[in-house]
């Protein structure tokens, strides 16, 4: 997994609350057997006119110019600006990876679904809940000013705006220290192989009947 | 000390290792494995070289890809047949526990785990799959995850876990006749909205609950997390064990007494504290249909389209009129007057034997409305089928006009050939209205099985108390 540090990144707004994954990535799309070729297919729906399917080249494809994806000042953004329950819906990971191969590194939003928020990290995306007032404001200054970029400084939990202004968030400490060294998960918890086989041992004791 | 909840009990009997800021090391007990979210985990279990930690936890079916259509024996569409031969390689070169195409017992994993006894309570089961909340009506901690996780369970039998906040969901008094577990979710994720649950493991308890049957409970905890909370989960009492007892994966004889004996503590002390409390009068819930692409876009059956020129949040107004564009309403048209094209009993929110038998009462010796384009009912496993063609159920759908198919995922979210027309509206006994969930451009409206079965019979909805 690449490690996270800092990100200076264009923003993106996506002004909709509940965006769910399905508006993410849609299922026909879930069809996949990989696990890249998502990128193209981000907001499939909400970025063009026709239908898309899996395997179609998207260059000549018609898009919906009022999306905010498909407008030339916020290309090459690699922050996302969100509402609340951002990611809700389905548990599918592919909307982690879609964004991710669309170039998301990192999406702010007032609030995540538990179950993409936690997707996001093992992506190596970095989800930031801000106050609803500050996600309020940084939209009206992203609509305001083109090429507007935010420093995200994971290390010192700051999300700084172009005029200076800091905001500082939350992060699981574990989940930091996994962003940071661009650990995986799995190597990580085969490091207590030992504690997990003592444990099952246990409980084979205790409740055999949930070993079948 | 304050007692403990049930979901203290779960998360305490899992934790293999716990480090002082939280970070738990959680045991799984069951992991439900379906064709979409697994082949890239069993791609990476591949490629690292790794092998199962304990393949006999492992349960395997394909289902969101499968086709209904009566006696089918190949997957026209070649990407959905990929995914579902690669599960099949996959399940069959590691030896899982696999029921096949062809199998009966095969149909959508949260239909199949519970029939089969591969869910049992005081278990954790996970699934690459949201609506893995459903098993937690066993009195188990199961919620979705992602595909990365679906690889980390699968390598180790553990998941790296931050404990959640506890809610408890009270639904005291009795439900009206004609309304359901389906109308109690619905309303309850209406009260506290779809972000409500966020961050939390809810137990739903109280008197109302206690009524409920099982496939009634496993109704609520399916949509658990339609309001936010990956958990939702259920006491075990008489109900449970009766269900569980006899199950192809359940204990017997000696251990059967052991484990029912254990089982019974799966509860939550009286004298236990949660972090938050949300009390609902059964009494007072209407059948409910929703009107929106957010399942807390809901009203009950005698209500109206609501009005966003009435909603003073402007970030809700934006999403009211977004939703109301989508699906094609005028803001305050009664919820009887929406005209329906195709109707929808199936999925695993209620799919199962009694969703059908309710459906079915309804609709014996009557005619699917003329202006219906389609009514369907899918069963949810294989077995659910079986029960209900020996019920003669099978014949008094389509003697109405239903097709009755073969199981699986099917129209709860349209990845095999059934979906919806873009503009056309559908009462759906599913969990999700979400834009372009049932087909591009589809209008769902979720209700219960037995409003779905009354408004099939009209052709728009109808309060199935006056019906
Ligand atoms: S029936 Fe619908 S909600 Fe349930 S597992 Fe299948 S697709 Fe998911």
Request: hydrophobic share 30%; net charge positive; aromatic share 4%.
């Given at each position: 997994m690449t490690p996270f540090t800092q990100l200076d990144g264009l923003v993106v707004p996506v002004d909709r609350a509940n965006v769910d994954t399905d508006a993410i990535?849609?299922?026909?799309?879930?069809?996949?057997?990989?696990?890249?070729?998502f990128g193209d297919f981000l907001f499939d729906e909400w970025r063009y006119h026709d239908h898309g399917e899996p395997g179609m080249d998207c260059a000549n494809r018609p898009r919906r110019t009022e999306f905010t994806l498909n407008q030339p000042r916020y290309q090459g953004a690699t922050i996302l600006l969100g509402r609340e329950n951002f990611g809700c819906g389905s548990s599918r990971e592919h909307a982690v990876w879609a964004l991710e191969e669309y170039g998301i590194r990192c999406m702010i939003a007032p609030s995540f679904a538990d179950i993409f928020f936690s997707n996001s990290f093992k992506s190596g995306l970095l989800p930031i809940p801000l106050a609803t007032e500050t996600v309020d404001r940084l939209l009206r200054e992203v609509e305001a000013t083109p090429g507007y970029r935010l420093l995200v400084d994971l290390a010192a939990q700051t999300v700084k705006t172009p005029s200076g202004e800091t905001f500082s968030f939350d992060v699981d400490p574990f989940r930091k220290e996994c962003l940071l060294n661009g650990w995986d998960d799995i190597g990580l918890t085969l490091h207590h192989a030992e504690e997990i086989r003592a444990y099952e041992a246990q409980r084979r004791q205790d409740a055999p009947w949930l070993f079948v | 000390m304050a007692g403990k909840t049930l979901y203290d009990k779960l998360w305490d009997a899992h934790v293999v290792r716990a480090d002082p800021d939280g970070t738990t090391l959680l045991y799984i007990d069951r992991h439900l494995v379906h064709e979409v979210t697994s082949p890239q985990a069993f791609e990476g279990l591949k490629l690292t070289g790794r092998q199962p930690w304990r393949r006999e936890s492992m349960v395997a079916m394909a289902d969101h890809n499968t086709p209904t259509d009566p006696g089918f024996t190949t997957i026209a569409d070649p990407v959905s047949r990929l995914q579902v031969e690669t599960l099949d390689a996959n399940a069959r070169g590691l030896n899982l526990r696999y029921f096949p195409i062809g199998d009966k017992r095969r149909g959508i994993v949260h239909v199949v785990g519970p029939e089969q006894g591969a869910t049992l309570p005081g278990m954790t089961i996970v699934c690459g799959d949201s609506h893995t909340s459903t098993h937690g009506a066993f009195a188990a901690l199961a919620f979705g995850i992602g595909t990365s996780e679906v690889e980390h369970v699968m390598a180790t039998q553990c998941l790296i876990q931050k404990k959640a906040k506890s809610m408890l969901v009270r639904v005291d008094g009795q439900l009206g006749p004609g309304v359901t577990a389906k109308d109690i979710i619905l309303a309850i994720i209406g009260k506290i909205g779809t972000a409500g649950g966020t961050g939390y493991a809810i137990e739903f308890g109280g008197p109302a609950i206690q009524a409920l049957s099982m496939e009634g409970r496993m109704t609520i905890c399916n949509m658990a997390i339609e309001a936010g909370a990956r958990a939702g989960m259920v006491a075990v009492d008489d109900t449970t064990i009766q269900y569980v007892?006899?199950?192809?994966s359940a204990p017997q004889g000696a251990l059967w007494e052991r484990a029912a004996a254990a089982w019974r503590e799966l509860q939550s002390d009286a004298d236990a504290v949660f972090d938050q409390v949300v009390p609902l009068d059964a009494a007072m819930i209407k059948p409910q249909v929703t009107w929106g692409?957010?399942?807390?876009?809901v009203t009950s059956v005698d209500g109206n389209v609501p009005d966003p020129a009435r909603e003073a949040d402007p970030v809700k107004r934006q999403s009211m009129e977004q939703a109301l564009r989508y699906m094609g309403l005028q803001p305050n048209t009664p919820m009887t007057q929406i005209k329906l094209d195709r109707v929808f009993i199936g999925s695993c929110?209620?799919?199962r034997i009694e969703d059908l038998r309710a459906a079915a009462a309804v609709i014996k010796g009557r005619k699917v409305a003329a202006s219906l384009k389609q009514a369907l009912v899918v069963p949810g496993s294989g077995l659910v089928k079986q029960q209900a063609e020996s019920e003669g159920l099978d014949r008094i759908f389509t003697e109405a006009g239903f097709e009755w198919r073969e199981q699986g995922c099917s129209m709860c979210l349209?990845?095999?050939?059934d979906r919806l027309l873009a503009g056309e509206h559908c009462a759906s006994t599913s969990n999700r209205n979400f834009e372009g969930r049932q087909g591009v451009g589809g209008r769902t409206h979720l209700v219960s099985p037995a409003m779905a079965a009354v408004a099939a019979l009209a052709g728009h909805f109808v309060d199935v108390r006056t019906f």
């Open positions: 990535i849609p299922k026909q799309f879930l069809k996949s057997i990989k696990r890249t070729g | 007892q006899g199950r192809p692409t957010s399942p807390e876009m929110t209620n799919g349209a990845m095999n050939a």
